[in-house]
C-alpha cells in the first residue's frame, strides 16, 4: 500500500494522520499516512530512506521545512518564494519534488469556505516567521490591493519584503511597517501569523486597525477562541482561526500527491469536533 508520512519534531501532536485518514477514506485511496518524529542531523537521511519503494510522499513540518526545501531537487514557484517546503514527493524521473501549499490552503480557506473577496482588498499580514512568508506570494497572486507586512522586529518584515518583491507581479503592494507606524485607517483583513496566541498574548496594534467590517485570521487554531480572535470580536471584528488552512494546506497535498481533491467541509467538522475533545 502507498505509504505517506508527516515528518516533524515534536510530531505526536500532529493532526495530519487524521486528516489524511478522512480524505483517503472519503475519496477511497488506498494509503497509509503516518507520523515521522525528524532528527535534527538525520532529516535527509529519513527522507531518503522514507521516499522510495511504497513511501510515496511526505509533509513536513517545524523544524525541518527549511531542510526539506534545501533537500528538493525540483520546487514550485510557490516553495522558492517561500524558502521552505511542506509537500515532498517524487516524480517520474524519481527526483524529489517540493512544494509549500500553506499559502494556498489560506487563500483556499478564505475565498472558498468563507466567500471572501480578496481582490482589491488592503490587507494587514502580522508576523514575519515561517508562516507569513508562506503566505505573501498567494495573496498577492490573489489581487489583493495592498498587503503591509508589520512584525514586532521591524528588520524582519523589511527581510521578508525585499526578499519576496522579485515573485511579487507589482512589488508596489508589498510594503513593511513596524506595528507602531500602521496609522488609524482599518484594514479590510488583518492576518495574524505570530505565535503571539500560543502565548495567549496579543501582537501591539491599535484597535483603530478594526472597524465592523474587518475580518481578522489568526493562524492559531484551538478548542477555544484564540486570544488574537476574541481581540477582534471585542472591536466589533469579525474572527476566524486557522483550522480551515491546516486542512486546505492538507488538501492540496492530497491532490498533489493522489490527483484526487477531496471535499473539506466534513473533515473541517470532523477535526473541529476532535480538538473538543482533547
Ligand atoms: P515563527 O517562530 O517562525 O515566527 C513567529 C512570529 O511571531 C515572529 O514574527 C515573531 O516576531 C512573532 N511573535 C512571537 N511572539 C510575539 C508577540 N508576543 N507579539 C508579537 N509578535 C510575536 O513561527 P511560524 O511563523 O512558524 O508560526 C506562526 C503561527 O502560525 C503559529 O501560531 C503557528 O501555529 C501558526 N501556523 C498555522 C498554520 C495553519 O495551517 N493554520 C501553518 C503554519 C503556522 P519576532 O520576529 O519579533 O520574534
Known amino acids: 500500500m502507498d505509504q505517506y508520512w508527516v ?19 472519503q475519496t477511497q485511496e488506498s494509503l ?22 511504497s513511501g510515496k510522499g511526505m509533509n513536513v513540518t517545524l523544524p525541518f521545512k527549511e531542510q526539506a526545501w534545501a533537500l528538493a531537487e525540483v ?6 518564494a517561500a524558502g521552505a517546503v511542506n509537500t515532498l ?13 500553506d499559502g494556498c490552503g489560506l487563500v483556499t ?20 516567521g515561517g508562516a507569513a512568508r508562506g503566505v505573501v506570494l498567494p495573496l498577492l497572486q490573489a489581487g489583493v490591493a495592498e498587503l503591509v507586512i508589520a512584525n514586532r522586529t521591524l528588520s524582519k518584515a523589511e527581510t521578508l519584503v525585499n526578499d519576496l518583491a522579485p515573485f511579487a507581479l507589482n512589488a508596489a503592494r508589498l510594503h513593511a511597517c513596524a506595528f507602531s507606524d500602521l496609522g488609524e485607517a482599518p484594514f479590510d483583513l488583518i492576518i495574524n501569523a505570530t505565535s ?5 498574548a496579543l501582537p501591539a496594534i491599535s484597535t483603530k486597525l478594526v472597524s465592523t467590517h474587518t475580518l481578522c485570521y489568526d493562524m492559531m487554531y484551538a478548542a477555544e477562541p484564540t486570544a488574537f480572535c476574541l481581540w477582534a470580536e471585542a472591536q466589533g471584528g469579525r474572527a476566524l482561526d486557522g ?3 491546516l486542512i486546505e494546506q492538507a488538501a ?19 477535526l473541529r469536533q476532535a480538538l473538543q475533545n482533547v
Open 7 to 25: 515528518i516533524g519534531n515534536p510530531i505526536a501532536h500532529s493532526k495530519s494522520p487524521l486528516i489524511h485518514r478522512l480524505f483517503a477514506e
Open 32 to 53: 497509509n499516512y503516518a507520523p515521522l518524529l525528524g532528527e535534527e542531523g538525520r532529516f535527509a537521511q529519513q527522507v531518503q530512506e522514507a521516499l522510495q519503494g
Open 75 to 80: 520546487r514550485s514557484q510557490a516553495a522558492q
Open 89 to 101: 514527493w517524487r516524480d517520474e524521473q524519481g527526483r524529489l519534488c517540493g512544494d509549500n501549499t
Open 109 to 128: 480557506d478564505l475565498i472558498k469556505n468563507h466567500h471572501v473577496m480578496l481582490s482589491g482588498q488592503r490587507v494587514l499580514l502580522l508576523g514575519a
Open 196 to 200: 503571539a496566541s500560543l502565548q495567549g
Open 243 to 245: 483550522l480551515g488552512m
Open 252 to 270: 492540496e497535498a492530497f491532490y498533489i500527491w493522489r490527483g484526487v481533491r477531496p471535499q473539506t467541509a466534513s473533515v473541517m467538522q470532523a
